[in-house]
């Protein structure tokens, strides 16, 4: 193990993740579904809520909502948890996405309609994009970000992210490749590069790069994503212990002991919560990792993407 605390994740300012939050239904009792609200980069932020102080600092999330009832309700249930909602834009004629749950075991697969989601407008003016992001210390974005946009708002958004970066907030990616997202393998792969050259950290999936990138190991991952000029790289694998590479440090984390899995919905963000709110409290990699593993270990074992806050209180950093 090479011993090092991999620098220092100073954070002076809100937290923004930016993305899409969708309606969730999720399976329930006799072939029933329940409603809720979530989307990746929501996941994330809801467990950087549950394990952070809101007293410290503001979660925003930073997407586009219709004016109908619906976007309402989402918006509703984003401030009723403590989630800063008042960065998102409003847009008329546009709602909000929807995914369906299937699960074999516990193990998910989706469905998904968000043809007119006002989602896919978030980043189409770059002033308003600038205003929502303006004060944050940490920002975060995913590969489904990417993908819902078109590519000249992806352009906007990178210029953004470029901004924040050069005046010294982190900005976080998860590719979160979904092939189904984008129009061919090409466009897909250059917008995740895209992804990386705009992070200081990144928190991919191993087997999801090995199948776009030809990676061989874990770490041959890592050595591609730190060229890119990303400074710290968590490479998730599953239930098989993650990488953690950083300065001075490239150590395996293994996963946390869990209960009886049911449903493996927003693990990898859960993960990304838990590891992001342990560099914020100033844990080491491997500690953040450690807990983001733990965080990860309760969410599988509940239905839908969104544990309980309370249930996490006994992890919280700060």
């Known amino acids: 193990m090479q011993e090092g605390r991999g620098g220092n994740v100073s954070i002076q300012g809100d937290i923004a993740s930016i993305g899409e939050c969708m309606v969730e239904m999720a399976p329930a009792a006799d072939g029933l579904y329940r409603q809720g609200f979530a989307g990746d980069t929501l996941n994330t932020a809801w467990y950087l809520r549950a394990l952070t102080s ?15 009832a619906l976007s309402e309700r989402m918006v509703d249930f984003l401030t009723g948890n403590g989630i ?5 834009a409003r847009i008329a004629q546009r709602t909000v996405g929807l995914y369906l749950i299937t699960l074999a075991g516990a193990e998910r697969s989706f469905t998904y309609w968000r043809k007119d989601a006002a989602a896919r407008l978030l980043a189409n003016d ?8 303006a004060g944050v210390g940490l920002v975060y974005f995913s590969g489904i970000t990417l993908a819902i946009l078109e590519p000249a708002d992806r352009a906007r958004l990178f210029q953004a992210l470029a901004g924040l970066r050069q005046r010294g907030c982190e900005v976080v990616f998860d590719p979160n490749i979904r092939p189904r997202l984008w129009p061919d393998a090409a466009t897909m792969a250059a917008a995740t590069i895209d992804g990386y050259r705009a992070a200081s950290i990144a928190l991919p999936t191993f087997p999801d790069e090995a199948a776009l990138y030809g990676d061989r190991s874990m770490r041959d991952t890592a050595d591609r ?9 968590v490479v998730k694998n599953g239930a098989d212990p993650a990488l953690v590479r950083a300065p001075g440090v490239d150590d395996f984390v293994p996963v946390a002991p869990s209960g ?18 342990g560099r914020i409290a100033d844990r080491s990699p491997v500690a953040a990792a450690e807990l983001g593993h733990k965080v990860a270990a309760r969410v599988i074992c509940v239905r839908g993407a969104l544990a309980d806050m309370p249930s996490l209180a006994d992890l919280r950093v700060e």
Do not use: C, M, W
Request: proline share 4%.
């Open 54 to 68: 809101a007293d410290k600092r503001a979660v925003r999330y930073v997407s586009a909502v219709g004016t109908d």
């Open 84 to 88: 800063d909602a008042s960065h998102l």
């Open 126 to 133: 770059l002033p308003r994009l600038e205003a929502a992001l």
């Open 225 to 233: 994503i730190a060229a890119l000029g990303v400074r710290e790289i």
């Open 260 to 277: 009886q899995p049911v449903d493996t919905t927003g693990a990898g963000d859960s993960f990304n919560g838990g590891y992001l709110a």
